[in-house]
């Protein structure tokens, strides 16, 4: 079971929206979060290992249904659409509840997510899933190795550490960016993707109700950040740029 | 006086680690902007010294929570014994740094009390009787303004940097250490921890280079990696990276800077092609002087840059190294 989502494109210029409370979500490019790339790719070569099968959890709009298409391109072999109004600006809590309900008729032997998201970024909806679901978990995973019902798994530590980590089949990982190298969807992947049943489930296929989902932690504002170091820009032809940092680095910061 | 503010003592191996430093700066911040006290809690086996070490910062008290379950760190051993420790305490609350460990436990723990943990911030502001939470979105694009709901303890976690450690205030005299007991069952504890270790010595220190050219993925395919070796050379710099290019295999791994690389603090940091999402930031933002040059002039890295260009590294790159080399041999 690989849960995913969509996020806004890595190179999407983003705007604020009227209220200043999120971002305008027309005119930009979405695509598959960038650490879920990873976790789809460690599930898919798990099934090549030992058998199985690759399903997609996926909550999010209309618009997620192409991140899901994506993945089932790549050899993923159904999936979830978690797809309902009420799931809009879910925090990390409700996310991981609503998917919770979603797999717990499942069973997966193993679920993996990107470390993080690259929108929110709280790092917790896999963590708050695990512990859901009653499963054992691991975070900042490197490589995964399973033997029967045991896995035994390569977490990173800060600074260049690792530790290796034993628990028990069903369990959740979350997986590190750079575990592996994702492969691309094959024009026949792309066409078998096209048969590949999506399951679409809202907040009463779930059993959830607005209570359930209500909002712990609430984004009141966003907005750019106001600058703590003030740069010193340079406009003009790369030449003359060129010239006029060179100069900086000589005279002012005394680098050169 | 109540204490409604506590801290998490992250340690390894009995030392207490410089995150902590910081959690407990943040700690005391809060408190005193709530009016209320600031309790630290370490979890472990035989932690008598690390809370001794604690007790001599201002704080109401240390609580210390010996098991041998806890001998070794395991999400499910800390999340049970913190869970029970905070259902005794009651705090308002629970103030972390935002270190791997921090992340592999805290939303475990957070669920369990169905509490809130707003993770990552960089720092918080008081608005009447409302605190706000600052932290990041989209990658370092945006800050965001979080508000916490709901009853029950509220955990939140810092980014490093957001307080500064030597900010820590130390106690005239060392405080109370209270032993918590915490009853935990070994068949809960699910996963088996080994030996920490490190994968190869790291081959290049980056740490003492005085100048440092890093590349991130404006570079865009590795064979352009010899403009920025070209660059290095005329600078006399070594070359560092971003995860993104290391992770290709563009260049080794010991090249990294950032959270999960190494940490540098050069006289000058040329950054070509690099966002510069916190991950990168806090491996260099101590850096003297930081050029960045990226096409995107809304990433992050101009943030903590001196000198921004806002434009293509292919077009600026080439006479900047014909600049520096007049420069050098004039």
């Known amino acids: 079971m690989v849960c995913l989502k969509q996020v806004p494109a890595r190179d999407a210029v983003l705007r604020l929206n009227a209220a200043g409370t999120w971002i305008q979500e ?38 997620a249904q192409q991140a899901i298409k994506e993945a089932l391109a790549k050899g993923a072999d159904r999936a979830l659409h978690l797809d309902d109004p009420a799931f809009q600006g879910l925090d990390a809590q409700g996310v991981a509840l609503a998917m919770s309900r979603a797999l717990e008729k ?27 679901l009653g499963l054992p978990h691991s975070t900042i995973i490197m ?50 993707s096209k048969s590949k049943p999506i399951q679409k489930l809202t907040t009463a296929a779930l059993g959830l109700t607005p209570a359930d989902l209500a909002l712990r932690q609430k984004i009141a504002k966003v907005y750019v950040p106001v600058k703590q170091t003030k740069t010193e820009f340079f406009e003009g032809s790369p030449k003359e740029i060129a010239a006029r940092l060179v100069d900086k680095l000589k005279n002012e910061a005394r680098v050169l | 006086m109540a204490n409604d503010v506590l801290v998490f003592a992250e340690h390894q191996g009995g030392k207490i680690v410089r995150p902590t430093w910081e959690a407990l700066a943040a700690g005391q911040h809060l408190a005193q902007d709530l009016g209320t006290g600031v309790s630290a809690v370490v979890l472990g086996a035989k932690v008598a010294d690390v809370a001794r070490e604690l007790a001599t910062v201002d704080v109401a008290d240390v609580l210390a929570v010996d098991s041998p379950l806890l001998a070794e760190y395991t999400a499910d051993g800390y999340a049970e014994a913190l869970r029970q420790v905070v259902t005794e305490r009651q ?31 960089l720092g918080y502001r008081k608005e009447g ?39 820590v205030r130390r106690g005239a005299a060392a405080v109370k250490v209270n032993a918590v007991p915490v009853t935990l069952a070994p068949e809960k504890i699910r996963t088996k921890p080994g030996e920490r270790f490190r994968e190869a010595k790291q081959a290049v220190d980056l740490t003492q280079a ?24 005329a600078l006399g710099a070594e070359i560092g ?42 491996g260099m933002k101590g850096s003297r002087t930081v050029l960045a040059i990226n096409k995107d002039k809304e990433a992050p890295i101009f943030e903590v840059s001196t000198y921004g260009v806002v434009g293509d590294l292919f077009e600026i790159v080439p006479p900047l190294i014909e600049e520096i080399k007049k420069v050098k041999t004039g």
């Not at chain 1, 599930?43 to 999010?60: D, P």
């Not at chain 1, 960016?177 to 492969?183: A, D, L, Q, V």
């Not at chain 2, 370092?140 to 940097?161: I, M, R, T």
């Not at chain 2, 010991?254 to 916190?278: C, E, F, H, M, N």
Request: net charge negative; hydrophobic share 40%.
């Open chain 1, 26 to 63: 027309t005119d930009i490019n979405f695509e598959v979060n960038e650490p879920d790339i990873y976790a789809l790719e460690e599930a898919l070569r798990l099934k090549e290992k030992h058998g199985g099968e690759v399903v997609i959890c996926c909550l999010g709009p209309a618009r």
């Open chain 1, 106 to 132: 499942e069973k997966p032997d193993l679920i993996v997510t990107g470390l993080q998201s690259d929108d929110f970024g709280y790092a917790q909806t896999g963590v708050i899933l695990a512990e859901l």
């Open chain 1, 143 to 192: 490589e995964i190795q399973v033997t029967g019902q045991a896995l035994k798994v390569r977490r990173e530590l800060e600074a260049g550490w690792f530790q290796w980590i034993e628990m028990p089949l069903p369990a959740l990982l979350t997986i590190q960016s750079g575990i592996n190298k994702p492969r691309y969807a094959t024009l026949k992947g792309i066409m078998a």
């Open chain 2, 91 to 121: 705090p308002r609350f629970l103030v972390f740094s935002h270190t791997y460990q921090v992340r592999d436990f805290a939303p475990k723990l957070a669920a369990a009390l169905k509490s809130s943990f707003v993770s990552d911030c």
């Open chain 2, 129 to 167: 009787d409302r605190l706000i939470f600052l932290r990041q979105v989209f990658q370092g694009k945006f800050n965001a303004d979080v508000e916490v709901g709901g009853e029950g303890p509220a955990l939140v976690s810092f980014q490093a940097g957001s307080f500064r450690e030597d900010s």
């Open chain 2, 210 to 233: 005085e100048i440092i050219v890093a590349v991130g993925r404006g570079i865009k395919a590795p064979e352009n990696l010899e403009l920025v070796k070209k660059l290095a050379e």
């Open chain 2, 241 to 282: 990276a971003s995860r993104p290019i290391c992770d290709g295999g563009w260049l080794p791994m010991d090249r990294q800077i950032g959270s999960s690389g190494q940490t540098v603090a050069p006289k000058l940091y040329v950054a070509l092609g690099i966002s510069g999402a916190i991950q990168h930031q806090v």
